[in-house]
Structures are given as structure tokens and as C-alpha cells.
């Protein structure tokens, strides 16, 4: 791995304290590179958590504030950025003010629990010309950067079907001596787009964006509930169409036993397909038209995952969850140094406010889909919608008999 030589961009927490769900994997991806020091923090609204937070991240004592408004007030001029790791619903309002602050912002996902709320970010955002990145860290796995490359390569020729799932058991399984589970209380109340949409559809359709750059105009759903919530839906799948005659499948669930985190992607195009799983995350397998199968890792011959900046020990070794969040922290910090440059704006563009709003609508329209029984049409009826800034695909096709290339 390439050392980092600058000094590291000056990092302030909002939330994250240490008993949070994201916090600690968000403090160790953006340390493993050197890239950012966490310097402030506002980790809970429990004295006594924040204290112990900022203990165990090595945040001086005087720089740990009992409220958000505060670190931003003494500390905005000190901080290159600030993440903000507290639950969906209270975004808006942190993100909006530390842009009003001049910062860089790093917001977990799902950037807001509305589209309106989304695009009252996006005002600010646009006036104070801001820069907010969101952190869809799937998408920064080694072999999905694999898979993009190939995909962008025409080695799969056109996509034309896409199956990505997320199957979870949290609100089905039992805890230890046969108790219920006992989720955190924002998750077991659905606002206008439901939770399980706003913590799992949402790095769904993130890949589709990423992978694809193919634009969601269509989609039919279906809710659920079925584990221990009856409030809440916990299950749910759709078909999307999308913009390049492109189909998707959705599938996202809570309440899915036998499954911690069942993230999968399978893509089809007119040359080959593609299927990455992230309980083997080293192993991309491509199957191409003429009957072959192979099985990319990171020791193999790779476009981009074998890339320096993607690997911090010799292939054999498993990288995993958190060097794919150190991945965006360190592109994340690259962006925020040199936001002009070509890769710079890439960043923004596939990490910034566009993929995200695009998602909460998809997510919306998946809602009134199932509300109301029907397609919903995500950008109005007869509109066309083109991919966005569809990449050029070079395609160097085989010497061997096709069926419907084009």
C-alpha cells in the first residue's frame, strides 16, 4: 500500500458514539490509511457514552462536545469535514448546518428518510456550493470495481438484467435464551419511506448506479412484515425498469432467517454474466457466451482490483467490510483535497447528491407501488429518462457465435 505523505485532513464526528451501530467501523476506515484524524467529536447525548467514545478514539477531552451545534460553532474553521452518523431521520438538519458552515460532509446513509428532505439538502447544498458525499462503501469493494471496469469494457456486451438482493435476519431470529430482538427504537417506526428501504434498498440501487449508470424509470413492489414488527415492513421485493432496456429485481429483508448480510449481485448482458457475493468477497465470477466461466480474484489477472490502491496485503489475505469503507475514506479524502480534478468530480458524481436522491425517489415510488397496486412511473408519465452520462463501452467482442448482440 502507497503511504500517505500530506497530513491528514482534520475529521469531526456527529454520533458514532461507541455503543452505535456504524460508529467504530467508520472511526477504523478512516484511520487505515492515514488519511483523516478524528479531532472533534459530538458522539451521543449521553454524557457518559461521549466521554467514553472519545476515550477510546483518542479525541482530546476538550475537543468532545455535549451537542452537535456546539462543535460545529468552535469547531467548523479547525475541521475539514464532518461525518454525521446519527439515525436517518435527524440528517437533514446536521447536514444542512455543517454545509451552512463551510464543511465537507460525510453522511452515512440513507442521506435523508424523504426525498423532500433530500432536495431541501440539495438547495443548501447548491447555495453555500457545497460538498456532501454519502457512504455507500458496497460499491468500494475491489471486485466490484472489477465488475465495473468490465462492465465498462463490453466484456458483458449490453446489461439487460440485473438480480441484486439484501437479505437479513434481525427481526426474525431470537437472541441468546430465546429472546426477542430488540432493534434500535428509530428502526421500528416507518416514516413515509420504510426504514428497511432507507437502511438496505438504498446501497441496492447504489450498486445498479454504480455498476450500470443506467437510470430507474419504472418499478412495481410488494411489502411485508413478517418477522416480530408487525409495524414496520420488513420484507420486500420489486422490479425496476430501467433506462437502456434494463430490468432489475429487488429483494431486501429483515426478516430472512439463516441470512446476516446475503448481498448479492447478478448481472446479464448480450456477451456474459457476472455474480459477486459479499460472504466471498474476494471472487468475481463471469460467465461468457461462448460457455467459458471464470473465477477473478485479486492474485488473478484484474483490470483494477489488483490496483495499488485497492490492496494492503498480497492477495490470499481476504480484504473485507471495513478496507471497503477505508477505500472511500481514502477516495473521499482524495475528492475533498482536489474536487476540480477529473477523478475528483467522479467521486462526487457517484458518491454525492445525485445517486441519492435518485435512490430515495426509486424507494418512494417503490412504496406507492405497493400503496396504490400499480407500475409507478418515476418521472412522470411518457417521459424518457437517458443513463446517466452513460459510460462508452468499448466492445471488443469475441470471434464466436452470438444471439442478440447489438
Known amino acids: 500500500m502507497k503511504f500517505q505523505t ?9 454520533g458514532g458514539g461507541c455503543n452505535s451501530a456504524v460508529g467504530y467501523a467508520h472511526y477504523c476506515a478512516a484511520q487505515l490509511d492515514g488519511e483523516w484524524q478524528l479531532a472533534a467529536g459530538s458522539f451521543s447525548r449521553d454524557e457518559r457514552v461521549n466521554a467514553i467514545t472519545a476515550r477510546q478514539y483518542g479525541v482530546a477531552p476538550d475537543k468532545v462536545y455535549a451537542d452537535w451545534q456546539m462543535l460545529l460553532e468552535r469547531e467548523a474553521k479547525a475541521l475539514d469535514a464532518v461525518v454525521i452518523l446519527t439515525p436517518t431521520p435527524e440528517h437533514e438538519a446536521m447536514v444542512c448546518a455543517a454545509l451552512s458552515h463551510g464543511l465537507a460532509v460525510i453522511c452515512e446513509k440513507s442521506l435523508t ?3 423532500a428532505a433530500a432536495k431541501r439538502v440539495r438547495a443548501v447544498c447548491e447555495r453555500e456550493q457545497g460538498r456532501l458525499l454519502v457512504t455507500y462503501n458496497y460499491s468500494a469493494y475491489p471486485q466490484i470495481r472489477e465488475l465495473q471496469a468490465r462492465i465498462e469494457s463490453g466484456q458483458l456486451g449490453a446489461i439487460h438484467h440485473v438480480q441484486v438482493e439484501m437479505p437479513q435476519e434481525g427481526f426474525a431470529r431470537l437472541q441468546e435464551g430465546g429472546k426477542q430482538p430488540s432493534p434500535q427504537a428509530w428502526r421500528l417506526e416507518d416514516q413515509e419511506i420504510p426504514t428497511l428501504h432507507l437502511d438496505l434498498t438504498t446501497h441496492l440501487h447504489h450498486m445498479v448506479y454504480f455498476l ?11 411489502h411485508n412484515s413478517f418477522g416480530w414488527f408487525p ?13 437502456g432496456d434494463m430490468t432489475a429485481r429487488y429483494w431486501v429483508s429483515k426478516s430472512s432467517l439463516g441470512y446476516k448480510n446475503g448481498l448479492r449481485i447478478h448481472l446479464s448482458g448480450s456477451l456474459g454474466s457476472a455474480q459477486w457475493v459479499q460472504s466471498q468477497p474476494e471472487e468475481l465470477t463471469l460467465n461468457y457466451v461462448d460457455g467459458r466461466r471464470e473465477i477473478i480474484e485479486r492474485g488473478s489477472p484484474c483490470l483494477v482490483a489488483n490496483q495499488i ?3 494492503r496485503f498480497k492477495a490470499g489475505h481476504p480484504a473485507g467490510f471495513i478496507e471497503a469503507f477505508a477505500n472511500l475514506y481514502r477516495e473521499f479524502a482524495m475528492a475533498i483535497r482536489h474536487p476540480d480534478t477529473s ?10 447528491l445525485t445517486p441519492a436522491i435518485e435512490g430515495l425517489a426509486l424507494m418512494q415510488a417503490m412504496t406507492q407501488s405497493h ?3 400499480q407500475w409507478e412511473n418515476l418521472h412522470g408519465k411518457n417521459s424518457t429518462v437517458a443513463a446517466r452520462g452513460q ?16
Open 6 to 14: 500530506l497530513s491528514p485532513l482534520k475529521l469531526g464526528f456527529i
Open 113 to 115: 428518510p424523504s426525498l
Open 212 to 222: 450500470t449508470g443506467q437510470r430507474p424509470l419504472e418499478v412495481m413492489a410488494d
Open 231 to 243: 409495524q414496520v415492513i420488513d420484507d420486500a421485493t420489486a422490479v425496476v425498469k430501467y433506462s
Open 309 to 311: 490502491e485497492f490492496n
Open 343 to 352: 477523478k475528483g468530480r467522479a467521486v462526487y458524481k457517484d458518491y454525492g
Open 371 to 373: 400503496n396504490n397496486r
Open 391 to 406: 459510460r462508452s463501452v468499448k466492445r471488443s467482442y469475441p470471434a464466436v457465435a452470438t444471439r442478440g448482440t447489438s
